[in-house]
């Protein structure tokens, strides 16, 4: 029977950190109080992944993580452990990069006829003629001729098939197309064995994607023939003489070599295509990572075979689920993965905007906790610091500070460049389904171009979840739908609004038919790209009044979250998604928990903030070269340097390059300004070797460190105790000041955590504790007297345990948030510190009657007004645990303290 976890601990796995060096961390976990790994995809991945989400073959586990044998030793290692295990599952996309996916490499061969053509989102029958029943690949680094001419790409012969190498990639030879080629091998050495297997392959018969006989009789009779002309070569030098010198000569003429690859079931071109052309659905803008067809059921049965034989053996317990908005119907996936799981935690990537709902009639356990990252998070944003810091951010950028109008900006950016293609195909079904309707028959491609992507732009939230097939069109959705159209008219008045309105009733299903459905359902799946990339990966990284809010599912619009709107958010979560996910840090996020929450106290200090970054942008003005940085990315880097203070030039400069990138104002991954960028990286190393302006810096950052780590206390408690299942990301158990992907993947020193945890058990009192703060020893404390009271406590924790505000009265009241679980478990915890300064003016908390015992510091408190600064005196947060009456029994006892009750 699957336990769900009462709390996750997150590894990204990778070679050099597989299986076996996961396993080596199960007594530390268990020790910290975790009840079950969170691994990172571990199905059989492209070669060299550093993070799983490429999985090339979903039938077995990864080999570069150490394959079966190492992943036995590390189920065995959790179940002696007593941890549980939760696995990152992909059902969206498959990567293919090379041969070891067999599906997409029979797709190539053998086009519109193979077995696994219905597996994958491509569209076989595009308006351009010369990529009908072919797939475009945008692997040339040049156009497809000058690559041809130069002799790039070659034919080899592998046994009894041939290949097209280019560089690394590697492309099948279709079997029909092999007829000339062996006929003139076959007359060289008079072999008419050779000769009958070049007329056979000739007349292999085509078979369409729906017949599944034709289908398995082409694939038998390709086999048999691949089969025999592999022995012929392996038995007869001659023969594969002949045929390797036909190979040769083909290569060294280009026409040839253009005519047998024109006969291909793909089309190799120059990678920039990509972006207007393709023919398939891929994840975002990847173009190496191409959709899955999820809502045929043979996909689903077949990608997700082994995870759920793992899952009724009991090797795990639970799945997160990656970017469910990229499948065509997530309702369907989720209904048929809890048929098949019905026992199992299941909790969702499903992106949030702010105020928006998870769908309740979906059958999981929640989101994977950026909700709630944003939640926890506005709770240490002072939003007394808006206008000025706004002010500030004008001055000194010269940008606008109106959030809602960039973010537009930047989704019509990513839709006319990086997702091009995808609006391009959207544009053929809807010129089809005007051609149906007399009144919108004239509409032009290029007009019904510019309003899905206007209408895409203008879209509040991710996606709808419209179901064309069952009809099911939700008030939440209609209202959705509604919002985008009437903004979608409102910036561009010179679309025609009758053409708005008809697309509008389309996406409600208000007009139906195969095309219109089609339209429907298809443009559901291009909205999450565009918000993806338009947002997340554009706009945050160009938005820069405070870095801090710039965060997955949250809105650098929205300044702060008080904490009456906290605890409504939480009795909500206990009430709809008790078990689901809580994140403050993930292999995602732009920036770790610590390094947030450092940037966040400038909304305390604006003005002492406006008066250094004022002196540093004069002080520095010096180092900025002809072509750059801008003003906005100095900003930017004055932020990070608070944020993330002490860290090398070398982790610097690498997520400054990436930042300018993203924001596709001067430069971009795809368009790179070799002079801007080289500006960039000298400006932030002559800022680093400047010892006036570290001194300054060090100087700015000093006295923030601190409160920094006191929030950083307080988000850590709120996260342990708040409803939902808790996770650490990993090395977050201590003070982690990484920046965005790769830095926050670089290795965890986990020996070090080790030995810091062993030391808490010799601690003799809190005070003893705080004095290891530079070490991280608080963090790790509040962590593993967390985890051990919720496994204590599991019912003040659990679906049936309540959440109530704790209420707190008096001049700092503002200051302080806390709650009660289940009637047990008290917390509470400050935040905006900075404004606080350690005088809380005799504000008190009033705790449920009975005795309570301090976990964090073992003394004992009874019920009543108690002065939050007396909760806090010896420690920055308070976690109290209700002591059972004398004689009594019926409260279970709190986890063991390190400390003696306090006298």
């Known amino acids: 029977m699957p336990r769900p976890p009462r709390a996750t601990y997150r590894v990204q796995l990778r070679p050099g950190f597989g299986f076996d060096e996961a396993a080596a961390l199960a007594d530390y976990l268990a020790d910290l109080g975790v009840t079950h790994l969170y691994s990172s995809p571990y199905l059989q991945a492209a070669h060299g992944s550093t993070h799983g989400y490429d999985v090339v073959d979903p039938t077995r586990v990864n080999e570069e993580l150490g394959g079966e044998e190492a992943h036995a030793r590390l189920c065995r290692r959790l179940g002696e452990a007593g941890l549980g295990q939760v696995l990152d599952v992909v059902p969206n996309h498959m990567a293919i990069t090379e041969r070891g996916n067999v599906w997409w490499w029979d797709v190539l061969e053998n086009g519109p006829s193979s077995r696994f053509a219905a597996y994958f989102d491509v569209d076989w029958d595009p308006p351009q003629a010369r990529l009908r029943n072919t797939v475009l690949l945008p692997i040339l680094g040049d156009h497809y001729g000058r690559v041809l001419e130069a002799g790039e790409l070659k034919l080899v012969r592998k046994g009894g098939k041939l290949e097209v190498h280019y560089h690394e990639h590697r492309m099948p030879v279709a079997p029909g197309s092999l007829d000339t080629l062996l006929a003139e091998a076959a007359r060289r050495c008079g072999s008419p064995d050779l000769s009958f297997i070049a007329d056979a392959l000739g007349t292999l018969p085509l078979a369409t994607a729906t017949d599944r006989e034709s289908i398995a009789r082409r694939h038998r009779d390709k086999e048999v023939l691949a089969g025999q002309l592999a022995r012929l070569c392996a038995e007869n030098p001659e023969i594969a003489a002949a045929v390797d010198a036909v190979v040769e000569a083909t290569n060294a003429d280009p026409d040839r070599l253009d005519e047998l690859l024109q006969r291909q079931n793909y089309r190799p071109a120059f990678w920039r295509t990509a972006g207007r052309e393709l023919d398939y659905r891929r994840f975002f803008d990847v173009h190496t990572l191409v959709g899955l067809r999820m809502e045929d059921e043979r996909v689903f049965a077949d990608t997700h075979a082994l995870v759920l034989r793992w899952l009724a053996a009991g090797v795990l317990d639970g799945l997160r689920i990656d970017h469910p908005d990229g499948l065509r119907d997530p309702k369907e996936y989720f209904a048929r993965l809890r048929q098949a799981a019905p026992t199992s935690w299941i909790v969702v990537e499903k992106i949030l905007e702010p105020g928006e709902p998870l769908p309740g009639d979906w059958p999981v356990d929640g989101t994977t906790g950026y909700d709630f990252l944003n939640r926890v998070g506005g709770l240490f944003v002072d939003p007394s610091g808006q206008e000025p810091l706004t002010d500030l951010y004008r001055e000194l950028t010269g940008e606008s500070a109106e959030w809602s109008e960039l973010v537009r900006q930047k989704k019509l950016l990513v839709l006319s460049e990086l997702l091009a293609s995808d609006v391009n195909r959207l544009a053929e079904v809807f010129l089809q389904v005007c051609e149906r309707h007399r009144r919108h028959r004239d509409y032009t491609r290029f007009e019904l171009r510019q309003a899905l992507a206007e209408v895409a732009a203008c879209f509040p939230v991710y996606r709808t979840y419209v179901r064309a097939g069952t009809g099911e069109v939700s008030e939440e959705d209609r209202r959705r739908v509604d919002e985008a159209i009437a903004a979608a008219k409102a910036h561009r008045p010179d679309l025609d609004p009758e053409l708005l309105d008809f697309f509008r009733e389309i996406l409600v299903l208000g007009v139906r038919g195969e095309p219109e459905s089609e339209l429907a359902m298809r443009f559901q799946q291009l909205t999450p790209p565009a918000m993806a990339k338009g947002v997340e990966d554009t706009a945050f990284y160009d938005f820069h009044r405070l870095t801090s809010l710039n965060e997955v599912g949250g809105s650098p619009g929205d300044f702060g979250v008080p904490p009456e709107r906290f605890h409504e958010e939480c009795c909500d979560s206990q009430r709809r998604w008790p078990q689901a996910m809580l994140a403050t840090s993930t292999h995602d996020t732009k920036r770790s928990e610590d390094v947030r929450l450092r940037i966040s106290l400038l909304s305390e200090i604006p003005e002492r903030w406006a008066e250094a970054v004022r002196r540093w942008c004069e002080r520095n003005a010096r180092h900025r070269g002809e072509f750059g940085p801008d003003r906005n990315a100095e900003y930017l880097l004055y932020q990070t340097l608070v944020g993330a203070w002490p860290i090398s030039a070398e982790r610097l400069t690498a997520y400054m390059e990436k930042a300018v990138r993203e924001a596709k104002v001067h430069t971009s991954w795809t368009r790179q300004d070799a002079d801007y960028e080289k500006d960039l990286r000298d400006f932030v190393a002559a800022v680093l070797a400047d010892p006036e302006f570290v001194a300054e810096l060090e100087a700015f950052v000093a006295p923030l460190v601190e409160p920094a780590r006191i929030h950083s206390l307080s988000q850590t408690l709120l996260k342990l105790t708040a409803p939902g299942a808790p996770d650490l990301y990993q090395g977050t158990e201590i003070w982690d000041l990484s920046l965005v992907d790769p830095d926050n993947r670089r290795p965890v020193d986990y020996e070090h955590r080790r030995r810091l945890l062993a030391e808490l058990k010799a601690a003799s009192s809190p005070e003893e504790i705080l004095r290891r703060m530079d070490d991280g020893l608080p963090k790790l404390w509040v962590v593993r007297q967390g985890l051990h009271l919720r496994r204590s406590r599991p019912r003040a924790f659990g679906p049936e345990g309540d959440y109530a505000p704790l209420r707190i009265e008096g001049a700092r009241a503002w200051h302080a948030v806390g709650f009660v679980r289940g009637g047990e478990v008290a917390v509470v915890v ?65 986890t063991n303290s390190a400390f003696p009750l306090a006298r």
Not at 850 to 879: K, M, S
């Open 830 to 894: 400050p935040r905006l510190v900075l404004w606080l300064r350690g005088d809380w003016k005799g504000t008190a908390a009033e705790l449920p009657a009975g005795r309570w015992r301090n976990e964090l510091t073992g003394e004992e408190v009874a019920g009543g007004n108690q002065p939050v600064a007396d909760l806090l005196a010896r420690f920055p947060v308070a976690l109290l645990a209700r002591m059972p009456s004398p004689g009594t029994a019926g409260v279970p006892p709190a």
